[in-house]
Structure formats: structure tokens, C-alpha cells
């Protein structure tokens, strides 16, 4: 960080000084949002990034790969989504035979209600498979809840923009002395007194800054930025050259 935080009193080891906040949002978001934009890395140098898995009904991982595009219709290795928005005549279903010979998805024929006969309520048989899916099939299918992983970013940035604040936690500074080192040395832990913890509260992903030592008052506050933030740096600087470069050119 370009600003330092200091302790206004002394804190006893293993306090949460407080909740890291942003404004939460999917990967696939945030890339809509920044990508091809010269503040991307500055951004990224305050967003924090979680894997959590959430089940989710298999209509609305349609609509998310969809994006507002109905008429698209996913396909992963041959693999085509049933549905009345067309017309499924080539997605002919393998025999038995076929399918036990072959992975499942290896074949362009194979549709991925395939994968879920076995769930189904009303039993399926050859004719009705090369007729269209019937509606009752079809609603339950798509009822079913999966495990999907999701990418989920904070972007304190973002909240900083939007809300016109400015929150201590977000600039507290790196203890290594040299930032360009992987992992602190052992004079640098010596100097780092707080962390980053994460948790889940109700499959969400929360961070809170918590100091493993004692802090006296006046102490600067250092945690570790994690090995991927010399990389931020050098995106900042390729980024901030571009700008100085689109800017001459319209100059």
C-alpha cells in the first residue's frame, strides 16, 4: 500500500480488528467489468479471491452459461443442452452398447439429459428418448441441484469508488522489505503482526484481519501480500503505460 496504519492503542494478541470489505461479485463479472481496461490491475491489487462450492438448480447454471443469450445452446465435447428452443433431431441417444463402449460426453450424439435418466421420475425408454424430452422430465431435470464452483471476488476498490470511503484495513502495508522476494525472511515475519483469515458464513466467503501478535500503540501495522503481488506490480506498470500512451494519442 502507498499509505501506512498505525495502532491508536495497544491491542492484545488475537483481536479481529475488523471485517475486509468490497463489493462481492463472480469472476465471470468482474472480467466483464474490467477486462480490456487500463485500472484492471489496480484493482486487482486490493480485490481478494475465493473457491466456494454452492448447489444450484441446473435451470439457473443454464440462464449464467446462457448470460441473457437464449438462444444458445452449450455444448462441451459434443455435448448439447436439451430444450424447446431447438430442434434436437441430430441429438440422436447412443444404444446401450454404444455408451458403455464409450466415456461419457465422448460422443456428439450424446446429450447431457443422458447423464441424468437414472434420476428421472418417469421412466425412459428408446422411443421416448428420440421423441422430445416430455415436459415432466424436462421440469425435473432442470430442478436438480448441483455442487458448481464458483470464483467469488471482493473488490474493496470497487466500494471505495462507489461508496466515496476510505477504510484503514485497506491500506495496511507489506512487511517484506524487498517486495519482490516470494516469502518474507525471517527478519520480515519478525515485523509482520496481523493476518488475513477467511471463513464461510452460510456458503459465503468472509475475510477479517486478525493480529496473531501483541501490538503497542504507534506500531505500524504489516501483514503479507502473498507470493502474486509482485506480479500486480508489474501489471500496474505495463498498465499505467499504456494509459500515459492512449492519452498521447489523443492528445
Known sequence: GEQ??????????????GEYCGVDMLEKEYEDVWQNNVEKS??????LKKHVTIRVPFGLLLEIYRDGDVTDSPRIDGVG????????????????SQRSQSPVFSSPKRNIFDVYENTLETPVTPTTKRRKLNAKNDEHVQSLCHDKEFVILTDALRL???????????EINDCRKYIF????????????????????VD??????IINDKE????????????PLYEDNIYAQRRDR????KLQAQHV
Open 215 to 226: 501490538i503497542k500503540r504507534g506500531d505500524q501495522l504489516l501483514a503479507y501480500y502473498g
Open 160 to 170: 471505495k469508488q462507489v461508496q466515496k470511503i476510505d477504510y484503514p484495513l485497506w
Open 241 to 244: 503505460k499504456l494509459k500515459t
Open 203 to 208: 456458503e459465503w466467503p468472509r475475510y477479517f
Open 81 to 96: 443442452v436439451v430444450d424447446d428452443n431447438h430442434n434436437h433431431n441430430h441429438n440422436r441417444v447412443q444404444s446401450q
Open 42 to 47: 489496480e484493482n486487482e491489487k486490493y480485490a
Open 181 to 200: 522476494m516470494h516469502a518474507p525472511s525471517t527478519q520480515d515475519e519478525s515485523r509482520r503482526n496481523v493476518r488475513l483469515v477467511s471463513c464461510l
Open 4 to 17: 501506512t496504519v498505525y495502532a491508536l492503542r495497544d491491542i492484545p494478541q488475537w483481536t479481529v480488528l
